[in-house]
C-alpha cells in the first residue's frame, strides 16, 4: 500500500470514529434544544410527561407547560399583565417547535438507519451531522428568541429569582418549579 492510501486509510477511520462519537453529542444537542421548548430554565419549566418531552399526547404536553408556566408565575409573583403578555410567548414558541420536533424525528429514524447500514456512508452521515447542527441552532434561536421576549416582561428581579431557583437545584430544572 502506499504511503497515500495509507494517510487516507487511517484517515478515514478517524473520520468514522469520530462520526461515532459525535453522533450521540450531536442528538443530544437536539435533544436538549427540544427540552427547552417544553420548558427552559428561564422559564422555569420541565422536561414533561414521560421525560425529554418524547412521550404523551400534545394535550399532555400542553398541560404540563401549562402547570410549569403557572408554577414560575406565581414564584416571581408575576402580574395579571405579566401572565397575559407571556402566556402567547410560550404557546407561540411550543407551535413553532412542533415543526423542527418533527424534522428531529426524521432526522433521527435518518440517522438510526445510517449507523444500522451493512456499509457505512461517511459522506451521508456527514450530511445528517450537518442537518441535526442547523436544526439545533434553528431550535435554539426559536427558544432564545421566546425566552428573551418573555424575560423582557419580567423585572430583573423577577428573572433573578426564576436563576436563584434554577442555582438552588444545580440547574436542573425538572427538580425546582
Known amino acids: ?9 487511517r484517515r478515514s477511520k478517524k473520520s468514522r470514529w469520530w ?10 444537542g437536539v435533544h436538549v434544544a427540544r427540552a427547552w421548548a417544553f420548558g427552559g430554565p428561564g422559564m422555569g419549566m420541565g422536561f414533561g410527561p414521560g421525560g425529554f418531552g418524547g412521550e404523551g399526547s400534545p394535550a399532555e404536553h400542553q398541560a404540563f407547560m401549562q402547570r410549569r408556566l403557572e408554577k414560575a408565575l406565581d414564584l416571581v409573583k408575576a402580574t395579571d399583565s405579566q401572565r397575559a403578555a407571556i402566556k402567547p410567548i410560550i404557546q407561540k ?3 413553532d417547535m412542533k415543526p423542527i420536533h418533527q424534522q428531529h424525528a426524521q432526522l433521527h429514524r435518518a ?15 456527514e450530511n445528517l451531522r450537518v442537518q ?3 436544526l439545533m441552532d434553528q431550535a435554539s434561536k426559536t ?8 424575560g423582557n416582561i419580567l423585572t430583573a428581579d423577577q428573572r433573578q429569582t426564576l436563576i436563584q431557583q434554577m442555582r438552588n437545584h444545580g ?7
Not at 440517522?111 to 452521515?125: E, K, P, R
Open 132 to 134: 441535526a447542527s442547523a
Open 143 to 150: 427558544i432564545t428568541t421566546a425566552l428573551v421576549q418573555a
Open 1 to 9: 500500500m502506499t504511503e497515500g492510501k495509507s494517510t487516507n486509510l
Open 93 to 95: 414558541l411550543a407551535a
Open 19 to 28: 462520526l461515532l462519537l459525535a453522533l450521540p453529542v450531536t442528538l443530544a
Open 111 to 125: 440517522m438510526v438507519d445510517a449507523f444500522a447500514a451493512t456499509t457505512l456512508d461517511a459522506a451521508g452521515i
Open 171 to 177: 440547574g436542573h430544572h425538572r427538580h425546582g418549579f
